[in-house]
């Protein structure tokens, strides 16, 4: 029984070479989906097509969805650097590249379409900065939010959070757009998954400050335990399930909710 119902739907990846992308793309091929990935680095994955795409250049992103045609039926949007890398490029990848890959594929979806983007516990600040954020989605194209980008480089820092933040907010926001075409979007908030950006983030950040966010479950997630959820959200299952932020977190937010996760490694120190 195909209970989600991915037998001959054509699908794309984006981050296909490794991690949660590739778990997300191998597992795809076995459920019988006609997989078409993008990556800036080649795929081994038995692929229906791959494409060289460097998200930061909207040119390639065109040219791969103008070369994949035809009738998508879903998209997933893993690809992303950690906050090691420069800013703009934090940005381009994570935000203005995954939304001008959407907004490129979305004219190939009909009705029962749906997109599903990979964002992280380390957007949870989102509901803070939701004035700044609402302004910030509704700023279109590549090119103007690459401008808004440098010309607010104090707001952007180091491009992470700030990028996890936007696709959450522009996922609710543009939810309620595109139901009315038939097309669900969603998100995944992921905690520390042991994929090889993970050797970038214990780089960059203390080892209390990546362990607050595995609470209570205290084990990292694996990338299969990521490509779960983004492939039942974007399944034929989930139709009624549209603009939701998914935490994929071993119990994280709820124990951050209801009082009974310790945060202290988060605060600055005094
Ligand atoms: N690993 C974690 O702990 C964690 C936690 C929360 C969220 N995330 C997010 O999960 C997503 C997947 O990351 P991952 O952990 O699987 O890491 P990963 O490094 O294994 O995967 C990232 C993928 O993106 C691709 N990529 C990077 N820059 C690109 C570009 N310019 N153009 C096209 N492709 C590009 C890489 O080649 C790679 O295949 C990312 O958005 C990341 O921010 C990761």
């Not at 029984?1 to 793309?25: H, Q, W």
């Not at 480089?153 to 907010?169: M, N, R």
């Amino acid at each position: 029984m195909d209970f989600l119902g991915y037998a001959n739907k054509r699908v794309i990846v984006s981050g296909c070479f490794s991690g949660m992308g590739e778990a997300t793309a191998r597992k795809l091929v076995e459920l019988g989906a006609e997989v078409h990935g993008l990556d800036f680095k080649e795929s081994a994955l038995d692929l229906a097509s791959f494409s060289l795409v460097d998200l930061r250049d909207p040119a390639t992103i065109e040219a791969a969805v103008t070369g994949i045609g035809g009738r998508v039926d879903a998209l997933f949007n893993c690809a992303g650097l950690p906050q090691t890398a420069p800013a703009m490029d934090v940005m381009k990848v994570n935000y203005a590249g995954a939304r001008h890959l959407t907004e490129q594929v979305i004219p190939l979806m009909g009705e029962g379409g749906a997109i599903a983007s990979i964002s992280s516990t380390g957007g949870m600040g989102w509901s803070r900065k939701l004035p700044m954020l609402s302004e910030f989605v509704k700023i279109s194209g590549f090119d103007a939010i690459v401008k808004w980008c440098e010309e607010n480089a104090e707001t952007v820092a180091e491009g992470y959070s700030l990028s996890k933040e936007a696709i959450i907010v522009w996922t609710m926001w543009s939810s309620s757009q595109l139901i009315k075409r038939g097309i669900r979007i969603n998100c995944t908030l992921p905690a520390p998954t042991q994929t090889p950006m993970m050797d970038e983030f214990e780089s960059a950040t203390a080892a209390e400050v990546l362990d607050t966010f595995i609470q209570p479950i205290n084990r990292r997630a694996t990338p299969e335990e990521q490509a779960g959820p983004l492939i039942c959200l974007n399944s034929d299952a989930a139709g009624y399930v549209n603009g939701v932020v998914l935490p994929v977190d071993g119990g994280f937010m709820g124990a951050v909710t209801t009082g009974q996760a310790d945060l202290s490694a988060l605060m600055p120190s005094s």
